[in-house]
């Protein structure tokens, strides 16, 4: 008995390049979301851009009043009794460009001051003496300046009432538009697992102090190697080309806690949005790289800490499974999950305050106006949106109290006094001694790297180095390092095994590139090796075999005139688009349209409706459900869906009998997903801390 077509597909994002259908081709809207929903899983490194001055001046006024000037290396536990947080520093080797050699200049470590925060961040000159660097920050006129300059410019001649509709027309033009503000620089926080911001909360003042030593020599090797490889800015018409830097001037902020009260050692590092570039002028960073590699510093973040507490704190780390679809979190082993819980009112509320309490109010009320569930996009946005929501105002306490109240907290928790508790911790020791490059084989570099391209190909079906950069420090994080260069050496020799392993999609630049633009890795500045996209053999053989049997014809066919009839008609409203009504005619077909479940179940009930017209048998509407899910997750290569359905498609239950999809369903290929995760022993992974 012939069977019904093969597959519906509501949307998807297989390989839009090549596969030539109406609707198919990846935006770069698609992208940013597709993107930002994955820098949200166990990210600790999160960038926020400062548009104004309330975006900096909240980090002013959570400084401890009365304080003297803070020394280089003067530890927190200085502030103990003093309400509010330490004073900022500064840090970056671009302040050395602020030495004109004609007035004090300022070093790495010496205290911010408001003035100076508000002369380079609100006015975009010097902190010191007031100099133009470059172009000054321009000052944009607010609405109600618009408003009134508009105001005056109507025609005196108009009566009263066409005067008053222009204005409320005017009025109402300038509130729609999307306020503009001058970007002035970039707030990265640097903010460490929970379990090690709670063992930092209760643990005695040496330990605390060796832990923020290890989190601040984490924050500053990644903002090394945001300087060596990310930094830059855009020169020529367009920003057409990069230029390097001499190094970003920054300013560091600790803070102790989270708006709830519970422990979240966190620091905002303040990057300056001026720059100056090699040949001596100033301009503004170059935010579109920094923003493609943010994922991978949080990631090199990651690693970097985990190294830096083994040596200086000797505990150990362990993953944490932290559900489908994220990425695996480490925490230190042996602080308990009840702990981590208890310090993280912020998400699970007190009251029905929390992000997730929250969240899950949003969604529902999302479902019952919009009757269907949200997308993984939309459920971003809601909880950014239940995050602001649920801000409470930032309450100012000394490190004392904190202090005082997380150890009792945590002592109630854990049974014993949390301190001590803590000094047993440490005394465990390493489980492993740290490592050197040059102790991994070949073999085992080779065999990171293939479950690094695994891990690539199954997220995206095309990818750049700061992709295969993040992900080669994810497999990383199971071992340690003796320093951050053992690390790094590793990391570069993964991802040009990675590169040299993948397929080049962006062609090589064509053009003559004068000597001074060639770079030492022999990229130039118009087409730097963060930029190329790349993409693997297997995706490229994936999509050949969906487009050979998405072009056949061979099997059965409903007439054309019982096809157009249910075609044309409408279904609560709605009319199928000019491409979905034209793959009728295929046997196997693949679908690219927007999530709507209403256009989504009109495909359905149309294929349902029409195919027992002829005598044939009629699937389920369960088994063309399960079939259009089946490969409908956002951001799916063709490898993942392979993954997910173990080489074959489910089969679609008709009413008569089952059968198997046939070619069609193994297209994308036979092969079964990898290890999900290296590890240098046989041993399985532990996804729990203990």
Not at 108 to 132: M, R
Not at 199 to 209: K, N, P
Not at 664 to 679: F, M, T
Request: net charge positive.
């Amino acid at each position: 008995m012939p069977r019904a077509p093969h597959f519906l597909i509501r949307h998807t994002l297989l390989a839009p390049r090549v596969l030539g259908c109406a609707g198919a081709h990846l935006t770069a809207k698609a992208v940013h979301h597709r993107d930002r929903l994955e820098r949200r899983c166990v990210m600790v490194m999160t960038i926020r851009v400062i548009s104004s001055r309330r975006g900096y001046e909240y980090l002013m006024k959570s400084v401890a009043t009365g304080d003297t000037a803070r020394e280089s290396g003067t530890p927190l536990t200085r502030y103990y009794t003093e309400t509010g947080c330490p004073p900022g520093t500064w840090l970056g080797s671009g302040l050395d460009s602020l030495d004109t050699g004609h007035g004090p200049a300022l070093a790495d470590g010496d205290t911010v001051t408001e003035e100076q925060l508000e002369k380079l961040l609100g006015q975009g000159v010097h902190p010191l003496t007031g100099a133009k660097l470059g172009s000054r920050f321009p000052r944009l006129r607010s609405p109600a300046e618009r408003i009134a300059a508009r105001i005056d410019q109507l025609d005196p001649a108009l009566d009263a009432t066409r005067r008053q509709n222009a204005i409320d027309e005017i009025r109402a033009e300038e509130i729609a538009l999307k306020p503009k503000t001058a970007v002035v620089g970039f707030d990265l926080t640097f903010s460490p697992m929970k379990s090690l911001s709670a063992l930092w909360g209760v643990a005695d003042a040496a330990t605390q102090e060796l832990i923020v030593q290890a989190h601040h020599a984490a924050m500053r090797d990644t903002l090394a190697l945001l300087e060596q490889r990310v930094s830059a800015t855009r020169v020529g018409k367009g920003g057409i080309a990069r230029m390097p830097i001499t190094g970003v001037i920054a300013t560091a902020f600790d803070h102790y806690d989270s708006r709830a009260g519970d422990p979240q050692l966190h620091t905002h590092l303040v990057v300056s949005n001026k720059v100056q570039g090699v040949d001596g002028r100033w301009r503004t960073l170059d935010s579109r790289t920094l923003h493609r590699a943010t994922v991978a510093l949080s990631a090199s973040y990651n690693a970097f800490l985990t190294d830096h507490t083994a040596a200086l704190v000797g505990v150990n780390w362990v993953e944490v499974y932290r559900g489908k679809d994220r990425n695996v979190g480490w925490e230190i082993d042996g602080v308990p999950a009840g702990l981590i819980a208890e310090f993280s009112r912020r998400t699970t509320g007190g009251a029905g305050e929390g992000i997730a309490t929250a969240t899950q109010w949003l969604i529902e009320e999302y479902v019952a106006k919009h009757g269907h569930a949200p997308s993984k996009t939309t459920i971003t946005r809601l909880r950014q949106q239940a995050t602001l929501e649920t801000r409470p105002e930032k309450e100012l306490h000394s490190f004392a109290e904190l202090t005082a109240d997380w150890r009792n907290r945590a002592t109630t928790l854990l049974g014993e006094n949390a301190t001590t508790w803590a000094r047993k911790l440490r005394a465990r020791g390493l489980a492993e001694a740290p490592l050197q490059a040059s102790d991994l084989t070949p073999k085992q570099l080779g065999e990171i790297t293939d479950v690094v391209m695994r891990e690539v190909a199954d997220r995206r079906a095309t990818w750049t180095r700061w992709h295969v950069h993040a992900e080669a420090m994810r497999q990383l994080m199971p071992l340690r390092f003796t320093t951050t260069a053992e690390r790094t050496r590793v990391l570069n020799q993964i991802v040009e095994h990675a590169e040299a392993a993948s397929v080049r999609l962006t062609p090589a630049y064509g053009r003559a590139v004068p000597e001074e633009y060639v770079q030492t890795d022999g990229s130039n500045r118009f087409q730097g090796v963060d930029q190329v996209m790349m993409t693997s053999q297997d995706i490229l053989d994936a999509e050949a075999r969906l487009l050979t049997h998405g072009r056949a014809k061979n099997g059965p066919r409903l007439p054309d005139r019982l096809v157009k009839r249910h075609v044309a008609r409408k279904v609560q409203g709605v009319r199928l688009a000019a491409d979905q009504a034209g793959g009728d005619h295929r046997d196997r077909d693949v679908r690219a349209q927007p999530r709507c479940a209403r256009r989504a179940g009109r495909c359905r009930e149309d294929c349902g409706a029409a195919w027992p017209a002829p005598g044939l048998d009629r699937p389920s509407r369960e088994g063309l459900g399960d079939r259009s899910r089946a490969v409908s997750d956002r951001g799916r290569s063709p490898r993942r869906i392979d993954r997910d359905t173990g080489g074959e498609r489910a089969e679609v239950p008709l009413r008569t009998r089952q059968r198997p999809m046939g070619p069609a369903g193994r297209a994308v290929g036979d092969r079964r997903r990898g290890p999900p995760r290296w590890h240098p022993d046989p041993r399985p992974p532990r996804h729990a801390c203990r």
